[in-house]
Each structure stands twice: as structure tokens, then as C-alpha cells.
């Protein structure tokens, strides 16, 4: 993408509206704007970074053996009368009229619905079990919208739910959540802990949240310091294995970790040397939950067992906080002069900065390489501004770019070109052909 032909509205000026830095940056690099209290327009470049993440969100899910569908955003009262909970969700819920004056709701999650589809499309044990998910927009008019989509109203939230014949093949689906989101999280370059969530009606120990730590959380969390330590990192995952995956969820539950609502000072100290225990703020981008037949027992939604017998399905939701994640990412990964994007959700991968837009050598050499990195599948964004250098570094670095080139008159002389890290600040001068070879090998090409 060529600078002058693109839309990328950033600001020099700190937003007087914005409270975190998340926020700021999000504004000043011009990837959303307010629509409403809550509610925003995806600009651009916040656009290609939402999509990003929704990709890794995508893929995880789906190697988990979780299938994609699409439900509506909104929703008919009458589905929510059947659960109990139309009046019970109370003023956080969106309601709307038809023209034929039925009562609708924009959907602030999806339960009732989902039931729905399983009770009409599962009749035999032999058909679970069955995970189906979306990345839909959600709705909650939350009393206090703030920290821009980090607590949005209208918001993107990915939603699975899983249907099983009893409450031990439920944990399995459970496990197999528990994983991916493991996992989807170090895609997305994060450090998320799972944490003991509030288990509702069921009672055990199937509810997590998964929370990234920062100043800026909206909880405050207790945790154990190797949790903080731990990685999947590259190694295989078998999600038909069983075994494997409760494995996986029993070595990151095995140390304290707990947000406020759940949190027992007594059992904090009994469980964790001095040395290892940290609180600290923590942000939710996941929650994962097991409700057993919360849903399917009001619906009737049951399937035959293998003895013939008809029984109620058992449930479990499993969210991801798509919207809030991108500002969660920039909570984690930011400095000064702005944004640090992760490899795997950069709106553009190289920034290449032209110092002396109209040098008849310099723009030869930028429009090569926009070419050369282009062609090879790298998102290039070319600085061709009429402008000072110091205003493209500072764009630059403020969208977050995680590789810089930097081509102007003195280096082209000597016959190199200037390879720069976001996340390190480090840069190094080498000719054109090795910077491509070495971009090439840092995205696979090589
Ligand atoms: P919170 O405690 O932050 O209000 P929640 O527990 O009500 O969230 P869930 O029902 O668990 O939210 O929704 C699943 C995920 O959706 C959350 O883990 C979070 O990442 C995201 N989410 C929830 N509410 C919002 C919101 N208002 N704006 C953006 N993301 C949200
Ligand atoms: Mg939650």
C-alpha cells in the first residue's frame, strides 16, 4: 500500500477522551473513530489488525475441532422468555420493537439460540459430540463504555458452544477449549493466564477466565509467578487426545491464580511461597465455562443415549473478546512513540521509508523493494509522502510497523539501504538483495 493513496488519518495531539494508552494510540493512529458512546468505526488500519486476529481466532478453533456458523445479531424475545433470562438480563440488554410490534433484542451472547439449532439438529448420542462457533458483533449497554473498544457496547466476541451426552465427555470439549485458547493466545503474542472463574450453577472447577496482565486491567488478580512463566511454545498439540489435553489444562491450573471475585488470602499464602506471589491487574480477553443442562433442560433439547434413553444435552460457552483484544495487544505491547504489533496480527509487516520523495534514485530503490517484498506476500506500507523524515518515523513508529526500511540518497551512495526493528530499535545497513533475502527468510520465503 502506497502512503499517499491510503486512508490513515492519524494525529499528532493526545486525545482528551482517552484514559489509557491503549485508547490514545488506537485514536492517534487513526484505526477507529467514535460513532457513539461504545460504539466505533473501524478505520483501515484498525480494520486489517481486527481481521488479523479474527484469522488466528478462526484457525485455532477449528484445528480444536470447533465448526464455524453464523447466527443473527438480533435475536427474538420469545427464545429469551423460554430460558428465563429475557427479564433477568436486565438493562444491559438492548431491546428493540418490529413494525409488527414484537418484542427483538440485539444478542449480548448466544446461548438460547445455539440451543435452539442443537435441539432441532441433534437426535443421537452418535451425533455429539458437536462444537459450533462465531465471530459475530455483540451488544451490552454497559453503564460506564470506556477505554475505547477495550469495553465497548456494540463489541465482536467469538462464541463457542459445545453439546455433549453427559457431564464427563463435557469436560473433554472443555479441555480441548482450554488448549486452543492456550494457544491462540501465543499466536496472538500474548502471555494470558487462565484463572478460577465463578463455576455458577454447576459447582466444580469448569469455569476460566483467561486474563494478560497490565496496568491498566480492570481486575485485580492473584497469582502464582511460575504461571506467568509457562509456554506451550511450538510443540505439537494432539486435540483428539485426550489424555493430552487434560494434561495441558492440569499443568496450567496446578499453581494459584485467581481474579478478586474468587480470591482467598488464606489459600493464596498457604499455596504460594512469598517469593512467588504477585498481584497485579489483569485484563479478560477469554472465558470459558461449563453449564451442564442449564440451557437444554428449559428448551428440551435431548438426544437418545446409547441405551435408548432420552437425556438432556450438556453445555458449555467458550468466548473470546475479539474487539477487546486488539486494544489488549497494544496494552501489552507498546512505548513512547507508539504501537509494537506482534508479527502475527501487524496491520503491515515492513514500513518503507522514502527520505527524499522525488530523488530519481531514491524512488527507484523504494519502488523495487515495495515490489520485491510485495510479491513475496509481505504487507508493505510505502512512506511516498512529500515529507520530512522525522514525520514518517514518527507515523511509522506510531502504527507499529515490526520492520522498517529506510532508503535515502547517503546509504543508496554506499550501496545499502537501513533494516529497522520495532521491538528492539535495532537497525543495520545492507544492500538491497540481502534485505530481501532476510525479510524472505523472516516470513517463511526463504
Ligand atoms: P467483563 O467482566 O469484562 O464485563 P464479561 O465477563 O461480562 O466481561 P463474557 O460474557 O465472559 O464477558 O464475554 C466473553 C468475552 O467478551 C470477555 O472475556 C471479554 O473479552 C469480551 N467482552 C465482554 N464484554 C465486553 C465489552 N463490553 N467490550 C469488549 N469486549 C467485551
Ligand atoms: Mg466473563
Not at 32 to 43: E, F, H, N, P
Not at 151 to 156: N, Y
Not at 381 to 390: K, T
Request: charge should be negative; aromatic fraction near 8%.
Amino acid at each position: 500500500m502506497r502512503l499517499t493513496r491510503y486512508f490513515l488519518p492519524t494525529m499528532k495531539e493526545t486525545p482528551a477522551e482517552a484514559q489509557i494508552a491503549s485508547h490514545r494510540l488506537m485514536l492517534r493512529a487513526g484505526m477507529i473513530r467514535q460513532a457513539s458512546a461504545g460504539i466505533y468505526s473501524w478505520l483501515p488500519l484498525g480494520y486489517k489488525v481486527l481481521k488479523n486476529i479474527e484469522r488466528i481466532v478462526h484457525e485455532e478453533q477449528q484445528r480444536a475441532g470447533a465448526i464455524p456458523v453464523m447466527m443473527p445479531t438480533i435475536q427474538s424475545a420469545d427464545l429469551w422468555r423460554e430460558s428465563g433470562r429475557y427479564d433477568a438480563y436486565g438493562p444491559e440488554m438492548l431491546r428493540i420493537k418490529d413494525r409488527g410490534d414484537r418484542d427483538m433484542l440485539y444478542g449480548p451472547t448466544n446461548e438460547e439460540q445455539i440451543t435452539e439449532i442443537a435441539k432441532a439438529g441433534l437426535k443421537s448420542y452418535r451425533d455429539l459430540p458437536v462444537n459450533l462457533y462465531h465471530i459475530q458483533w455483540k451488544f451490552r449497554d454497559e453503564v460506564r463504555p470506556r477505554f475505547g473498544v477495550m469495553r465497548g457496547r456494540e463489541f465482536l466476541m467469538k462464541d463457542a458452544y459445545s453439546f455433549d451426552i453427559d457431564r464427563e465427555n463435557a469436560e473433554r470439549s472443555y479441555n480441548r477449549m482450554f488448549v486452543s485458547y492456550l494457544r491462540t493466545f501465543e499466536r496472538l503474542g500474548l502471555k494470558a493466564v487462565p484463572m478460577r472463574a465463578e463455576s455458577g450453577p454447576i459447582g466444580g472447577d469448569m469455569a476460566h477466565e483467561f486474563l494478560i496482565l497490565a496496568e491498566t486491567g480492570e481486575s485485580e488478580v492473584f497469582l502464582d509467578r511460575t504461571l506467568a512463566d509457562l509456554t506451550l511454545g511450538e510443540r505439537g498439540l494432539d486435540y483428539a487426545d485426550d489424555a493430552e489435553m487434560a494434561a495441558i489444562r492440569g499443568d496450567w491450573t496446578a499453581s494459584y491464580a485467581r481474579t478478586e471475585d474468587e480470591h482467598d488470602a488464606a489459600a493464596f499464602e498457604a499455596e504460594v511461597p512469598e517469593e512467588r506471589r504477585v498481584t497485579a491487574r489483569g485484563i479478560e480477553i477469554g472465558h470459558i465455562f461449563y453449564f451442564g443442562t442449564k440451557y437444554s433442560e428449559p428448551f428440551g433439547a435431548s438426544v437418545v443415549n446409547a441405551e435408548g434413553a432420552s437425556v438432556p444435552l450438556h453445555g458449555g460457552s467458550y468466548g473470546i473478546g475479539v474487539s477487546r483484544l486488539v486494544g489488549g495487544i497494544i496494552e501489552a505491547s507498546h512505548d513512547d512513540k507508539g504501537i509494537i504489533w506482534p508479527e502475527s496480527v501487524a496491520p503491515f509487516q515492513v514500513a518503507v521509508v522514502n527520505l527524499k520523495q522525488g530523488d530519481a534514485e531514491s524512488d527507484a530503490a523504494c519502488e523495487s523493494l515495495y515490489e520485491r517484498l510485495g510479491a513475496m506476500g509481505i504487507e508493505v506500507l510505502y512512506d511516498d509522502r512529500n515529507e520530512r523524515a522525522g514525520g514518517k518515523f514518527a507515523t511509522v513508529d506510531l502504527i507499529g510497523c515490526p520492520w522498517k526500511v529506510v532508503v535515502g540518497p547517503r546509504g543508496l551512495k554506499e550501496g545499502t539501504v537501513e533494516l529497522g526493528n520495532r521491538r528492539t530499535g535495532e537497525t543495520e545497513n545492507l544492500s538491497a538483495d540481502a534485505l530481501v533475502n532476510r525479510l524472505a527468510a523472516q516470513f517463511g520465503h526463504g
